[in-house]
Structure formats: C-alpha cells, structure tokens
C-alpha cells in the first residue's frame, strides 16, 4: 500500500524559512518524479516543484523560483521542500505527490498524494 | 502560459443522474489531460489520465474525452459518494508546467 505522509508545517513570519518533508512507502521511490502541489484554504490547486527520480532536474513554478528548493534523499525515501523568504500568499496545505509513470522527466499526472501539512505566513 | 477554465462553477444533480463536467484550455494540449476528484479534508484522487483512461480502481462510471483544448467529464450515474470537486489538468513539456483548472463543484440536488 502506497503511503505519502507530510509533516514539518506551521506558522512562520513573513521572510520566515520552513522545511517540509514527505516520508514515502509501499513502492520504490527511486523510480518515480515526485512533485509538491499547495492548495490555498478554500481555492485550488497549484503545482510547485518537480524533482526527477534520480534527483539530477528539478523545476518550479514562476511563483516559488529562487525562494523554493526541492530535494530528495532516496535512501532515506523521503522527499524534502526547503522554503525560504515566505510570504503571506505561500499561506497554503501542501501535499506531496507521486508521478503516475515510471522515470518519467517531467512527470506528467499526480498519482498519489499524502494528506498534507498546512503552512501559515503570517505576523 | 496556458490557461484552463472549468464550467459550470458548480454543478447540481440528483443521484443516479448523469453529470457532464467541461474543461477548457487556452490553446491546445493534445491529450495530455488529467481528471481529480477531491472532497472536503482530504487530499485530491487522479481519476482519469491522457483524457480519457481511467486510473487505477477508478469506477467504470467515470469516463472521459476530448482532445485539443476541450474536455469532458462524465459520471454516468451519480452515486453519493461522487459528491465533490473536480479539478482538470494540463501539463506542458517544455518549460515544464502543470497547471490545473479552478474546479467545478459537484453537489446534490
């Protein structure tokens, strides 16, 4: 059974720094891109970063460039999303999500996901 | 960047009835297309992929089509648990983007 499980959110100041994780079982996760996708209370979905299987490309989104890092340590199966210079329109839950295809770059569809962890930016 | 809409904003429909959901893009995206379900509290489930195939242990009651820069959604007959929001989305090689669409609501009539 495939498990995507978030943790590492909270309140943090405005230029504040967070690091997310997302600890992953039940497949082997140095063959799937993973992604991180937020959703901000009460509106919709927006992808944020991809990282490639093996960790070599990553991309994100106009809106977290240069503040956002993706990362990933596969011996550890864990997926990492170090945030820094936050701001109060990063206030979002962000989920974790698994690639659909195998060694995929870029993935293309979001298969699994974890619950999420919610970030708040606010003073 | 492509745009993608979803129409109606939200959707009401009695159980058993069909409900057809529509996604547009602003220009086209071949058919590389998903479909999620999400309901309140928890995370979104991938119910179709490549615009019309049907994820892993997804109901034959879902289907989907189009190509191009229109899609469709259809519940062939709603059960109570298809009460939710759907979301559609594109992805774009290169850059890579993926960008989903507002959502339409699913409700009970």
């Known amino acids: 059974q495939v498990q995507l499980v978030e943790s590492g959110g909270g309140v943090v100041q405005p230029g504040g720094s967070l690091r997310l994780s997302c600890a992953v079982s039940g497949l082997t996760f140095n063959n799937y891109g993973m992604n991180w996708v937020r959703q901000a209370p009460g509106k919709g979905l927006e992808w944020v970063a991809f990282i490639r299987y093996d960790g070599v490309n990553k991309y994100y989104a106009d809106s977290v460039k240069g503040r956002f890092t993706i990362s990933r340590d596969n011996s550890k199966n864990t997926l990492y999303l170090q945030m820094n210079s936050l701001r109060a329109e990063d206030t979002a839950v962000y989920y974790c999500a698994k690639d659909l295809f195998h060694r995929y770059d870029p993935g293309y569809y979001f298969e699994y996901w974890g619950q999420g962890t919610l970030v708040t930016v606010s003073s | 960047e492509i745009v993608m809409t979803q129409s109606p904003a939200t959707l009401s429909v009695s159980p058993g009835e069909r409900a057809t959901l529509s996604c547009r893009a602003s220009q086209s995206v071949s058919s590389n297309l998903a479909w999620y379900q999400q309901k309140p509290g928890q995370a979104p489930r991938l119910l179709i992929y490549?615009?019309?195939t049907r994820a892993t242990g997804i109901p034959a009651r879902f289907s989907g089509s189009g190509s191009g820069t229109e899609f469709t959604l259809t519940i062939s007959s709603l059960q109570p648990e298809d009460f939710a929001v759907y979301f559609c989305q594109q992805y774009s090689n290169w850059p890579p983007r993926f960008t989903f669409g507002p959502g339409t609501k699913l409700d009970i009539k």
């Open positions: 490549g615009a019309s």
